[in-house]
């Protein structure tokens, strides 16, 4: 259990967490699979994205994340036997601005921000997050993404530059992510409390670990109701 009283800082995952990339991913690629007559059921796009994107991301030193997303359709496309044009292939990258955000998420963080400093730390390209960060409707106080860093999460560096940023000490930050490999891993190793939002039949776009939270939640509101009681 985590001692809310001392937290002076909640960072956040966006994608996974705040924002559905889940139908954001699976819409995108089952669009472009389409007129090629392949299809594949929501689990089996996850699957495939959950394995690539960590290879797109890793090999050949740091790339923006739009170039990743590239390189994860292409790689999609070569397992599947299906040739994407540049355009296909670029869809994925192009749809992220208008993934759905989750209900429950824009309530919850006008809650939590009556009372906290609130963080993004994202794997994503600072232009891409500007259309995520509209429809989230809330402003943050300080927005890490890989593209300032130069690095993906689980990479430390990230959270390194989220807690320059903050100037925070480890035990008054709480670093809220629905990816056990790419945030609840870190934050463990960075030494700070983390909450894991477990939603419902979700976690099929990240690879599975061992990491183990402080704290689990089914959604965002039921921890902004335990953070900031009514």
């Not at 960590?54 to 397992?79: C, F, N, T």
């Not at 994202?122 to 130069?150: M, P, R, W």
Request: hydrophobic fraction near 45%; charged fraction near 20%.
């Amino acid at each position: 259990m985590v001692d809310f009283s001392g937290i002076e800082w909640v960072s956040f995952d966006c994608y996974g967490t705040l924002v559905d990339w889940e139908t954001g991913i699976s819409s995108a690629v089952s669009q472009a699979l389409e007129p090629y007559g392949v299809r594949q059921t929501t689990a089996e796009i996850l699957a495939l994205f959950a394995e690539l994107e960590p290879q797109a991301q890793s090999s050949g030193g740091y790339k923006d994340y739009r170039v990743a997303l590239r390189e994860v359709m292409a790689m999609i496309g070569g397992r599947l036997g299906v040739p994407f044009t540049e355009d296909e292939a670029n869809s994925l990258p192009k749809s992220l601005p208008d993934w759905p955000v989750f209900s429950d998420v824009q309530a919850a963080l006008e809650i939590l921000k009556q009372r906290y400093k609130l963080a993004i730390i994202s794997n994503v390209d600072d232009d891409l997050f500007a259309g995520s960060a509209q429809a989230l409707g809330v402003e943050f106080d300080a927005v890490i993404t890989s593209q300032q860093v130069q690095a993906y999460k689980p990479n430390l560096i990230n959270f390194e530059a989220a807690a320059a940023a903050m100037a925070v000490d480890k035990e008054r930050w709480l670093h809220v992510g629905e990816s056990l490999y790419h945030d609840i891993g870190p934050a463990n190793q960075f030494g700070i409390a983390s909450v894991w939002v477990s939603r419902a039949d979700r976690g099929g776009g990240t690879r599975p670990t061992d990491a183990v939270p402080d704290l689990v939640v089914p959604d965002l509101a039921a921890l902004a109701k335990m953070m900031v009681p009514s």
